[in-house]
């Protein structure tokens, strides 16, 4: 993924907090993908709008970590999500 890439969720695709497992999953039309605090990191500042590169800068200024870490994982967990088409890119 090119750090000009934009993110976003396709259309029926929505991120959600689930009141009965508190957990946070990402909802598409008869699927479901539980998220640990890191795919939530991520897919929470997953707007449309901002860019990959702005995604994880401020993944990495929020976690104190390195940026060409938070790149790579980034990249790859989008990536899977892509595949299964739970997320597209522009």
Known sequence: MTPD???HLP???RLHFDRVRQDWVLLAPERAVRLDPIGHA???RVDGVQSFGALTADL???FNAPL???TRDSAEF???LAERRFLEVR
Request: aromatic fraction near 0%; glycine fraction near 12%.
């Open 5 to 7: 890439a934009i993110p």
């Open 11 to 13: 259309r029926g695709v």
């Open 42 to 44: 991520i897919l929470s």
């Open 60 to 62: 990495a200024a929020t």
């Open 68 to 70: 060409d870490d938070v």
């Open 78 to 80: 989008l990536a899977g």
